[in-house]
T-cell receptor, first 116, second 112 residues
Framework: DTGVSQDPRHKITKRGQNVTFRCDPI?????LYWYRQTLGQGPEFLTY????????KSRLLSDRFSAERPKGSFSTLEIQRTEQGDSAMYLC??????????????FGPGTRLLVL | QKEVEQNSGPLSVPEGAIASLNCTYS??????FFWYRQYSGKSPELIMS????GDKEDGRFTAQLNKASQYVSLLIRDSQPSDSATYLC????????????FGTGTQLKVEL
């Protein structure tokens, strides 16, 4: 059972560029979450999918952010017109539908974004 | 008031001692609580969950929950240098669906 994987692990971009991150959850985990973490802070929730349905979005998620999970497997997070304030670690987590286990969120290694 | 609060530390303990990490939360209706460990530059790793008042033990780790006082703690017995990390408290708030609300984390340093 492989863990959550994320790609790329690091991304450096210039302000105003678009970036896209990918997350592959643990196989058979139907719930997928995106969080953002800045230095010295805990992760902050961005959005959540159950299968292919995006069920919740944080108010932190401006119109420049969009996330998809088209086939209920991997997910992508796109940031358009990046700003320096978008620099952070973007974390993906997944959890199982199984009773008693759906609350256990397992995190991937993260994508570290630096906007110059 | 922040929804989940932790002392940022660092908390320094000698090797072999008990490390006590504390977390308070503002939402009295919260039911699910988690502790994650995060090494520098790495992602959070789930180590404990607790839902009922009292203690829950798993190896060297004990989670304690007191809903009346709205605090949750993590005890690490026989602390090892490899336990040096940031410990994040996470709560699922009432009406929060499945999303985790994290504290800022407490940095633990276990000294030789």
């Amino acid at each position: 059972d492989t863990g959550v994987s994320q790609d790329p692990r690091h991304k450096i971009t210039k302000r105003g560029q678009n970036v896209t991150f990918r997350c592959d959850p643990i196989s058979e985990h139907n719930r997928l979450y995106w969080y953002r973490q800045t230095l010295g802070q805990g992760p902050e929730f961005l959005t959540y999918f159950q299968n292919e349905a995006q069920l919740e979005k944080s108010r932190l998620l401006s119109d420049r952010f969009s996330a998809e999970r088209p086939k209920g497997s991997f997910s992508t997070l796109e940031i358009q017109r990046t700003e320096q304030g978008d620099s952070a670690m973007y974390l993906c987590a997944s959890s199982s539908e199984e009773a008693g286990a759906y609350l256990f969120q397992y995190f991937g290694p993260g994508t570290r974004l630096l906007v110059l | 008031q922040k929804e989940v609060e932790q002392n940022s530390g660092p908390l320094s303990v000698p090797e072999g001692a008990i490390a006590s990490l504390n977390c308070t939360y503002s939402d009295r209706g919260s039911q699910s609580f988690f502790w994650y460990r995060q090494y520098s530059g790495k992602s959070p790793e789930l180590i404990m969950s607790i839902y009922s008042n009292g203690d829950k033990e798993d190896g060297r780790f004990t989670a304690q929950l007191n809903k009346a006082s709205q605090y949750v703690s993590l005890l690490i017995r026989d602390s090892q240098p490899s336990d040096s990390a940031t410990y994040l408290c996470a709560v699922i708030l009432t009406g929060g669906g499945n999303k985790l609300t994290f504290g800022t984390g407490t940095q633990l340093k276990v000294e030789l």
